[in-house]
Every structure is written in C-alpha cells, then in structure tokens.
C-alpha cells in the first residue's frame, strides 16, 4: 500500500451534547481527537481542521473558511496542507474513538484493491460512514471542484454527502473482531457505550 495522509474533522458543534469540545472529551481516558490520531500515526501527514487544543507532535492544524462551514468546507482546508504528492487520503471524524490502525488499513487495502475513488465503512444498516474513509487524491479533489461548481464557487454548508455523489465508493462492512471502528459519538450516551467497548 502507498503512503497516505489523514485529515480528521474536529469542527463539529456538537449540539446534542449541549455544545463541549467533543473531540476533547475522553473515552478510555485519553480525548477522543488523540485515539483517532494515534489510528493514523503511520500516515505520512495529520493534519486536524477545527479547534484542537494540544495535539501530538509533527500533527497540523488549521480551520476551515469560514469557520464554522462544515466538514466539507473542513476537507477542503485540510487538503490544502497536504503536500501535492499525495496519492491517498483518509478522512475522519474526530469523534470516533474505537477507529483502530487495523480498520483504517483495511479502508485502504480496499480502496488499493478496487477503482473506486473512496472506500467507506458502512454499518450493519448499510449507511455509508463517509467521514471513516479512505480516498484517492485526486477523486477528493475532483469532489470538492465539482461540488464548488455546482454551489457557485463555495463548499460553505455543503453536506458530506454530496462529495461522495459523483464518486464510485467501495463500500466496506466491518470485519474484524471488536466494536465497529465507524461508531461516532454524537451523544452523552454513544460515549457511554464506548466507554464500555473500551474496558
């Protein structure tokens, strides 16, 4: 598999948790962001979009313009950093705390293996998880121009949806042991339940 760069979304509002900095909040006692960095200490690049507080050494951060536009705005800011030789990008939410180094190889062994230009989780439901992918450069390049295009210049509010529209997804269920790497924490109780996949 070739080097690859991650760039983990940690710009959410986190409404239903009554507005905390969610990517700080831990599971397993160490702050979500950091479990999702450390599934992609392997990547060539890390860059986090959004607020951070303190992050690893040799990780980036920026925001996205303007701040507040959304993950697909948060995508584009990241892409940037990115150095032009990249070939292969995953994209995260920062509130996945059960994402493992394991589940994002296999994103990638899939996406090496196929002509998509993204791979994504799908849950047992099969909803795409389309912030714990894997894409090619150049398909999330492509995705952001033509989503640009179509809203008259700007990817502000643009859902993450619309990214993968116009891009052939492989879809991936999960299937190693242990909790599903895609589950998000949205609410006191998701946390809660991943509090407990963690002991």
Aim: aromatic content about 4%; some cysteine.
């Amino acid at each position: 598999m070739t080097a690859y760069a991650a760039v983990v979304l940690s710009g959410g509002a986190a409404r239903r948790m009554g507005g905390v900095d969610k990517p700080a909040r831990p599971v397993g006692g160490r702050p979500m962001l950091h479990r999702v960095l450390a599934a992609v200490a392997d990547a060539g690049e890390r860059v986090v979009v959004g607020p951070a507080g303190p992050v690893p050494e040799g990780v980036r951060v920026t925001r996205e313009e303007p701040p507040g536009g959304g993950p697909v705005a948060g995508t584009a800011a990241g892409l940037a950093l990115l150095d032009p030789g990249t070939t292969t990008v995953a994209l995260l939410a920062a509130d996945l705390p059960l994402l493992t180094p394991a589940a994002v190889a296999e994103l990638r062994g899939a996406l090496d293996g196929s002509t998509a230009g993204v791979a994504c989780y799908v849950d047992g439901e099969g909803r795409r998880q389309q912030l714990c992918a894997v894409w090619r450069a150049t398909a999330l390049r492509a995705a952001l121009d033509r989503l640009a295009a179509e809203r008259g210049g700007t990817v502000d509010g643009a859902p993450v949806r619309g990214l993968l529209a116009g891009t052939t997804v492989r879809e991936v269920s999960w299937s190693g042991s242990g909790p599903p790497p895609w589950f998000d924490c949205d609410t006191d109780e998701d946390v809660r339940r991943a509090e407990e996949w963690t002991r």
